[in-house]
T-cell receptor, first 113, second 111 residues
Framework: DVKVTQSSRYLVKRTGEKVFLECVQD?????MFWYRQDPGLGLRLIYF???????EKGDIPEGYSVSREKKERFSLILESASTNQTSMYLC????????????FGPGTRLTVT | QKEVEQDPGPLSVPEGAIVSLNCTYS??????FMWYRQYSRKGPELLMY????GNKEDGRFTAQVDKSSKYISLFIRDSQPSDSATYLC???????????FGKGTRLSVIA
């Protein structure tokens, strides 16, 4: 059973803080993704990675960075959190051979005050 | 025009009804067409996928793709309260490109 875990279910941070969101998958998937999900806006892709130390910008990369030092781990970094980054953050992974099937983590609800 | 359009609903139906969920798209390069289901406070999970045009059936669920009209549908027969969730369509082109998701349709099946 594929499992994607995220470091926190709920997180509250202050404006200007540096925030780290961690994602780990246990099925040796090549691809990993970070999304945010907001009411009325749906899932929006922030960054993705097809291999270790590789990263690609998604649709809304501004204000975010990522790190993938190991195949199983993909980190999302908010360099200086702002209130408009309050959102649900979802991590996902997939095999390169079956990119249509993404496995999602349970999400991190981030509130920036 | 967005690449993928999906009516957000909400859609409320009585138990036992046939549900029809739809998406339209603009990019003819899409090859795989998926439906993801997302329960409240959970991540989405893949429900069904179809490669190119045609129909695919899995129990009470049927996915249809009409590439000529750039239109995909998900039908749920004999809907149950446990089907209450948000349904997201998703599509992918060839090559190393990410999925493109619709915004999702929120469905409630009332007992």
């Amino acid at each position: 059973d594929v499992k994607v875990t995220q470091s926190s279910r709920y997180l509250v941070k202050r404006t200007g803080e540096k925030v780290f969101l961690e994602c780990v998958q246990d099925m040796d998937h090549e691809n990993m993704f970070w999304y945010r999900q907001d009411p009325g806006l749906g899932l929006r892709l922030i960054y993705f990675s097809y291999d270790v130390k590789m990263k690609e910008k998604g649709d809304i990369p501004e204000g975010y960075s990522v790190s993938r030092e190991k195949k199983e781990r993909f980190s999302l970094i908010l360099e200086s959190a702002s209130t408009n980054q309050t959102s649900m953050y979802l991590c996902a992974s997939s095999r390169q051979a079956s990119r249509y099937e993404q496995y999602f983590g349970p999400g991190t609800r981030l509130t920036v005050t | 025009q967005k690449e993928v359009e999906q009516d957000p609903g909400p859609l409320s139906v009585p138990e036992g009804a046939i549900v029809s969920l739809n998406c339209t798209y603009s990019n003819s390069a899409f090859q795989y067409f998926m439906w993801y289901r997302q329960y409240s406070r959970k991540g989405p999970e893949l429900l069904m996928y179809t490669y190119s045009s045609g129909n695919k059936e899995d129990g009470r669920f049927t996915a249809q793709v009409d590439k000529s009209s750039k239109y995909i549908s998900l039908f749920i027969r004999d809907s149950q309260p446990s089907d209450s969730a948000t349904y997201l369509c998703a599509m992918i082109r060839g090559g190393n490109t990410p999925l493109v998701f619709g915004k999702g349709t929120r469905l409630s099946v009332i007992a």
